[in-house]
C-alpha cells in the first residue's frame, strides 16, 4: 500500500511540474523576446512547449516516452486552439495584422525539438568504452 501511495504522489508532483514548467519557461521565453525586441507569442511557445514536453519526460515515473509523445500531441492541439487565428504584431509594418501560422509553427517545433531529444537512444557508458 505504502509503494501505491508514493507512486501517485509521484504521479501528482510531476504533473505539477509540467504546469509550472509551461508558466515559468512561457514567461521567461515572452521576456527574452522583449529584451531582444521580437515578437514575444512564438518566442513564449517555443521555450514553453520545449519545456512542457521535457519536463513530462523528466519528471513522469513510468512511461516516460508514452507521456512524453502524449504530451507533445495534446499540447499541438491544445496550441492550436490557443494561437489560431494568429495575426502579425504591430510592429511589423509590411505584414501587421495578417493572418500568420507562425507562432503555431514555432511552438510545436519546441515541442517536437523536445520530443525528438526525449526519444533519441541514449548511450550508456558501456558503450562509449
Excluded: D
Aim: hydrophobic share 55%; proline share 5%.
Amino acid at each position: 500500500m505504502e509503494k501505491q501511495s508514493e507512486t501517485m504522489t509521484q504521479w501528482i508532483v510531476a504533473i505539477f511540474s509540467v504546469f509550472g514548467a509551461f508558466f515559468l519557461c512561457g514567461i521567461g521565453g515572452s521576456l527574452i523576446a522583449s529584451i531582444f525586441g521580437i515578437w514575444e507569442t512564438p518566442v513564449a511557445g517555443f521555450f514553453a512547449a520545449f519545456s512542457v514536453v521535457a519536463m513530462a519526460y523528466l519528471a513522469m515515473p513510468s512511461h516516460k516516452k508514452e507521456v512524453a509523445i502524449g504530451t507533445f500531441i495534446i499540447g499541438c492541439f491544445l496550441a492550436w486552439i490557443i494561437l489560431e487565428p494568429s495575426h502579425y504584431p504591430e510592429s511589423y509594418e509590411l505584414r501587421a495584422y495578417q493572418a500568420t501560422h507562425l507562432p503555431l509553427l514555432i511552438t510545436a517545433a519546441g515541442g517536437l525539438v523536445a520530443l525528438i531529444i526525449c526519444l533519441a537512444p541514449m548511450r550508456t557508458n558501456k558503450e562509449n568504452a
